[in-house]
């Protein structure tokens, strides 16, 4: 029953399944955190400041917000690689664990072992 439940719980599927959820739920108030106190500063230093992170960009009375979209792209790169080597890695590694202790199956003898083994054994009943 436990080696059931072992196995169930190291599967891919659940190991994924708990990875959306750590990426939509824990790590988005920390990364946004950070965003806040340090991108998003940063970001407005390197390309001259002002209200709005980063800038923006009119063309044809349309407002293009590229400060926002670098805001996110990194936060995702940043819950990407936490959860990479903190969740995937560690997994892959228990994993790898579980299958060296599976003994590997017997290989059956070939066709040529099994008629090598009967040459031998007549030749060994013969007087």
């Known amino acids: 029953m436990l080696r059931g439940f072992r196995d169930f719980v190291l599967r891919g599927n659940v190991v994924d ?8 739920a824990a790590f988005t108030g920390i990364v946004t955190a950070f965003s806040n106190s340090f991108i998003n500063p940063l970001i407005k230093a ?3 400041g002002g209200a709005q992170v980063g800038g923006t960009f009119t063309l ?8 926002a979209f670098i805001t996110a792209l990194l936060n995702f790169l940043i819950v990407a690689a936490i959860l990479y080597f ?9 994993n790898e664990r579980f299958k060296r202790e599976d003994k590997p199956a017997v290989a059956e003898p070939s066709n040529e072992e099994k008629l090598l083994a009967e040459i031998r054994d007549e030749l060994r009943r013969r007087p």
Do not use: M
């Not at 399944?17 to 939509?24: P, S």
């Not at 009375?61 to 590229?66: N, R, S």
């Not at 903190?86 to 228990?94: D, E, F, M, S, Y």
């Open 86 to 94: 903190l969740v995937v890695t560690p997994v892959n590694r228990i």
């Open 60 to 67: 044809n009375g349309a407002v293009f917000d590229y400060g």
């Open 46 to 48: 390197v390309t001259g």
């Open 17 to 24: 399944l708990a990875v959306g959820v750590v990426i939509g």
